[in-house]
């Protein structure tokens, strides 16, 4: 049973452009949400976060928006970068098990001159 | 500032072989799990423990096993390798917070193929 879901393997987008990338989740006991950056033969490294208390948060280029009536997460990337090409992955907890993150299968973004 | 370290980067075991993955934080973090990525499946929880002394399963922790004698140190021990065993190990560590969640840190991975 996923509990989170990424829907798209990959993510193709041009240089300045928006990058989207979604996550669904069915655990409604998560309560915080975090993306992570993957580059190959690396491990990842987290990128930014969000509190089930808020619906938005900014980190320069990088946003996260909560949907939790619809369990749902987006991370915007704006804009686009060469350099963000990379696997992202959507990884959940709860208040109850802070020490077990629970990751998706991860979306590949290819960013394109 | 070393954060989270494993050993070996790439191992090649013969089915049947033990080993043992090592992994060591050095951010004096409570929280450190062990995940495995296999393609299309994502990050995986192996175990994980929330303090020396206590750890416990996660979603795939068969065939694997895990000691936390002290705050540093996690490794993780194959004890009969199987080719289902192929995959890239990620050892992470987390700050326990008093309130809310932190991020976790990752290491830089262990490829390991069965033969």
């Known amino acids: 049973d996923q509990q989170v879901k990424q829907n798209s393997p990959s993510l193709s987008v041009q240089e300045g452009r928006i990058s989207i990338l979604n996550c669904d989740y069915t655990n409604s006991m998560f309560d915080y949400f975090l993306w992570y950056k993957k580059y190959p033969a690396e491990g990842p490294t987290f990128l930014i976060s969000?509190?089930?208390?808020?619906d938005k948060n900014e980190d320069g280029r990088f946003t996260v928006f909560l949907n939790k009536s619809a369990k749902h997460l987006s991370l915007h990337i704006v804009p686009s970068q060469p350099g963000d090409s990379a696997v992202y992955f959507c990884?959940?907890?709860?208040?109850?098990?802070?020490?077990?993150?629970?990751f998706g299968t991860g979306t590949r973004l290819q960013v394109t001159l | 500032n070393a954060g989270v370290t494993q050993t070996p980067k790439f191992q090649v075991l013969k089915t049947g072989q033990s080993m043992t993955l090592q992994c060591a934080q050095d951010?004096?973090?409570?929280?450190m799990s062990w995940y495995r990525q296999d393609p299309g499946m994502g990050l995986r929880l192996i175990h994980y423990s929330v303090g020396a002394g206590i750890t416990d399963q996660g979603e795939v922790p068969n065939g694997y096993n895990v000691s936390r004698s002290t705050t540093e140190d996690f490794p993780l021990r194959l004890l009969s390798a199987a080719p289902s065993q192929t995959s890239v190990y990620f050892c992470?560590?987390?700050?326990?917070?008093?309130?809310?969640?932190?991020?976790?840190?990752f290491g830089q991975g262990t490829r390991l193929t069965v033969v």
């Open positions: 990884a959940a907890s709860t208040s109850g098990t802070a020490s077990k993150l629970t």
């Open positions: 969000i509190s089930s208390i808020k």
């Open positions: 992470a560590s987390r700050l326990r917070a008093p309130v809310g969640n932190t991020e976790a840190f």
């Open positions: 951010m004096n973090h409570e929280y």
